[in-house]
């Protein structure tokens, strides 16, 4: 990142209220634990503002998987409706691995989607816009057995 874009990052806050990549930092441990209450619990999927890697001060409104609490937030794993099969190869020589997860009712226009397992996410209480649905528990248990060969789950 340009010295430009790092102090634009800087002034504007680093990131909008919400969001914080933490890396391969170890998280709690995930315990799936849905419940329909409006807050967000382990296994369901939220909508929260995500920043981009190169660019931490923009990003964009997408779903991510709940893994578990954080504090007085949460640890979850970012979807894409992109299919990042086709360019697997190069997505892991970046660092970024990914798993199918299928279709659910967070994404209106029923894509399937994947999450991405190497990336933890942080989210603040603030930063969670609303749940979109709660992932079978079969495929959530499958997402934590393969980001722990990322994160200390």
Same mark, same amino acid.
């Given at each position: 990142m340009s010295i430009g874009k790092r102090i634009g990052a800087f002034i504007s806050g680093i990131s909008r209220p919400g969001t914080t990549a933490i890396g391969?930092?170890?998280a709690p441990g995930a315990t799936y634990a849905p419940e329909r209450d409006g807050e967000p619990d382990p296994g369901e999927v939220v909508w929260a503002w995500v920043p981009y890697e190169d660019d931490p001060s923009?990003?964009?409104?997408?779903?991510?998987l709940v893994l578990d609490t954080d504090g007085?937030?949460?640890v979850g794993l970012m979807l894409s409706s992109q299919d990042h099969d086709l360019d697997a %190869?190069? %997505?892991?020589?970046?660092?970024?691995?990914?798993?199918d997860i299928g279709s659910g009712r967070w994404d209106s226009a029923a894509r399937p989607s994947e999450v991405r397992l190497d990336r933890l996410l942080r989210l603040d209480q603030d930063g969670v816009r609303r749940e979109?649905?709660?992932?079978?528990r079969d495929i959530f248990d499958a997402v934590i057995t393969a980001a722990r060969t990322h994160h200390a789950l």
């Open positions: 391969t930092t170890p923009q990003g964009k409104d997408r779903p991510v007085d937030g949460w %190869e190069d %997505e892991a020589r970046y660092g970024r691995y990914w798993m979109g649905a709660v992932l079978d």
